[in-house]
């Protein structure tokens, strides 16, 4: 069992005045954190859930201004913990390296976060970052991460090397510049709007179903290798042709607000298999 330095902060108090009345007793009585918060969040949590074991732990969430990163580690004693969720806590790194179960993270409103580190989560499932400070994201080599959302948090880097099993990719609203998914073969859904993209790589993601793009400066896209796309939205790019010929399953497409020459703007106009088309 591998703690973090946050847990030699945690300490236990066994209340001897109670060793006659251990029926009363259970194994989370004797818990107690230096974080105010965390212990706030964990009677209040206790109390919701009927917590009786730490084995009954497998979702907790905390929030508040004085939440820090040491308070946050003091949370790894949950050995059994699947989901974490902080919100607008006062942490400026959080280290989960030693929260070998985890499962799911979410993170929001964390608007000190600068430092995120995840790569000791080998079991994570899904990564999920809203409006956080400014968060770089590594999860390079968590071969089991099938969801990551990782919206308006100022990302300027995204490492997702090695993670075959990722089906879902949301990057909306960030200052990523360039993006590898050539192993990603498995995605099915990527959102990459607002950002800096110029261009953009998918001649590897056979199984992508939907993508959206908009308010990038994309001037081309080859979508030839995506015949499995259903929706596509580029719209307010700097797209000049398109040819969506290879992509004879796409139900939505939008396209509004791209300088397209004439000749694009024939063949759109003469388009009648795509059920809802603009541009």
């Known amino acids: 069992m591998r703690f973090g330095k946050g847990l030699s902060s945690i300490f236990m108090i066994f209340a001897l005045a109670a060793c006659n ?12 954190f230096e974080s105010a918060t965390v212990q706030n969040c964990f009677d209040v949590l206790r109390d919701r859930n ?9 979702t907790f969430s905390c929030s508040g201004d004085d939440l820090d990163a040491k308070g946050i580690e003091e949370m790894a004693i949950f050995t ?7 919100s607008s806590s006062g942490a400026k790194d ?48 968590l071969v089991s991460l099938k969801t990551i959302d990782a919206v308006s948090n100022n990302m300027s880097y995204l490492n997702i090397y090695n993670t075959p099993q990722l089906e879902s990719l949301n ?16 995605l099915r859904t990527l959102h990459l709007d607002m950002n800096e993209f110029s ?6 993601n056979i199984n992508l179903e939907t993508l959206t793009i ?6 081309s896209i080859d979508l030839t290798q995506n015949t499995q796309l259903k929706t596509f939205d580029a719209g307010i790019c700097q797209l000049t042709t398109i ?24 063949y759109l106009s003469a388009i009648d298999w795509i059920d809802s088309l603009s541009f």
């Open 50 to 58: 009927g917590w009786e074991n730490l084995s009954d732990i497998q």
């Open 243 to 266: 040819n969506l010929n290879a992509n004879r399953l796409l139900e939505s497409v939008r396209l509004d607000n791209n300088p397209f020459d004439q000749a694009t703007l024939d």
């Open 94 to 141: 959080i280290d989960l390296s030693s929260f070998s179960t985890l499962e799911k993270i979410k993170l929001t409103f964390n608007l000190s976060l600068s430092s995120l580190h995840l790569s000791e989560n080998h079991s994570l499932t899904e990564v999920s970052l809203w409006n956080n400070a400014e968060v770089q994201l590594d999860v390079a080599n």
């Open 171 to 186: 990057v909306m609203d960030n200052n990523l510049s360039t993006i590898d998914i050539s192993d990603n073969h498995n």
């Open 80 to 86: 059994s913990l699947k989901e974490l969720d902080i």
């Open 199 to 204: 261009h953009i790589n998918l001649q590897e």
């Open 214 to 219: 908009g308010l990038n400066a994309i001037q």
């Open 21 to 32: 009345d251990s029926d009363e007793l259970n194994e989370l009585d004797s818990i107690r």
